[in-house]
């Protein structure tokens, strides 16, 4: 049977297959969009990728013709700016919307809404197959499924230990349903821009992005730290990072304690998260002087031992470790 999803869902998924059909079916041409009743659109493409990149979740929904046709201005502009980070902050920006409006979606709709949703987004996009209980309260997936993605978690919360699992399968909220393919949508978004083979864009969109590029530079290209005098856990750590690419809970906090440990300013050690793509200075400076132990219980947190990190599958020994048991000692044996 044929599950179809209404307008509504289309302006709030707007990545979803039947979206672009739509553009196909109306015959829409790129030219369009240079005519001055376009250029809210090409305005509110430009606001929900700065949105996006500051780390905030551009939520604003309107009619969906303008929000299929802005999110696919955003993937062109994306695009013609030509930076990664840039491209990172906003694919995983444009998973947080769907999360947000998914998560409500999957509280609130009926049976068939529900059914359609998990169909169309987990089923066709991620071939996921979700169900859900006889009250509608609770999803659950395969354990083989929920292993694949949850490895991808370091938090206590997503250990099988901690999971409500028979006959085969996990049992999970809404919330958690939707978090266990976040990142599967951030990915989708990112090879879809890289996918993309720009046509001639219209004046309009070329200025545009143009503009953005030239005041998002100086915020978003990538600075490496150097790596060279650090223990293989943490060196690891900030090669990942400035990779511009997302580092688990865990390796965060060791990272940061690290190098609290070792006497770094806590502006240096913030400027070292800047090329995460959910990076947000604010919180990510409460977070380390929370760690330092100058902000909120005022507890100081210590660098995680060698034998916590193997657990987490942090740890990257190498000979030079030495029999170390906390990766603060690393280079005092040698030395």
């Known amino acids: 049977m044929s599950i179809r999803l209404g307008t509504g869902d289309l302006a709030r998924y707007p990545f979803l297959n ?21 250029a809210d659109i090409i305005e509110r493409a430009a606001e929900r990728i700065q949105v996006g990149v500051s780390g905030k979740v551009y939520d604003r929904v309107e009619r969906y013709e303008t929000e299929i046709l802005t999110f696919l201005v955003t993937l062109i502009m994306v695009k013609s700016i030509a930076m990664e980070p840039v491209l990172k902050k906003y694919a995983l920006a444009e998973a947080r919307r769907a ?4 998560t409500e979606d999957l509280k609130k709709q009926n049976e068939a809404q529900r059914r359609a949703l998990l169909s169309k987004i987990f089923g066709d ?44 399968q996990v049992y999970l909220g809404p919330d958690e349903t939707v978090r266990l393919v976040r990142n599967e949508l951030a990915v989708l978004i990112n090879s879809r821009v890289h996918a993309m083979s720009l046509p001639a864009l219209p004046k309009a969109i070329k200025e545009k992005a143009e503009v953005l590029r030239i005041a998002l530079a100086p915020h978003y290209e990538y600075t ?19 990779k511009g690419e997302n580092l688990p809970h865990s390796a965060r906090l060791m990272l940061a304690t690290y190098m609290l440990a070792i006497g770094k300013p806590t502006d240096e050690i913030v400027k070292m998260f800047k090329n995460a793509p959910d990076f947000n200075e604010r919180i990510t400076r409460y977070q380390v002087e929370h760690l330092a132990g100058s902000k909120g219980s005022r507890t100081k947190y210590f660098v995680p031992s060698c034998d916590k990190l193997r657990t987490e599958n942090l740890c990257f020994a190498t000979k030079d470790c030495d029999g170390i048991i906390n990766p603060t000692q690393f280079g005092r044996r040698r030395k």
């Open 18 to 38: 039947e979206a672009g059909e739509y553009l196909r079916q109306s015959e829409f041409g790129w030219e369009e969009l240079d005519r001055p009743d376009m």
């Open 99 to 102: 999360e947000k409006f998914l």
């Open 125 to 168: 996009l991620f071939g996921l197959t979700i169900g859900t209980t006889e009250d509608g309260r609770l999803f659950k997936v395969k354990v083989t499924d929920y292993l694949a993605r949850s490895s991808h978690f370091h938090e206590q919360e997503w250990k099988m230990i901690n999971r409500l699992v028979s006959g085969g």
């Open 224 to 242: 490496a730290d150097a790596v060279t005098e650090y223990p293989p856990c943490v060196k690891h750590a900030m090669e990942v990072m400035n």
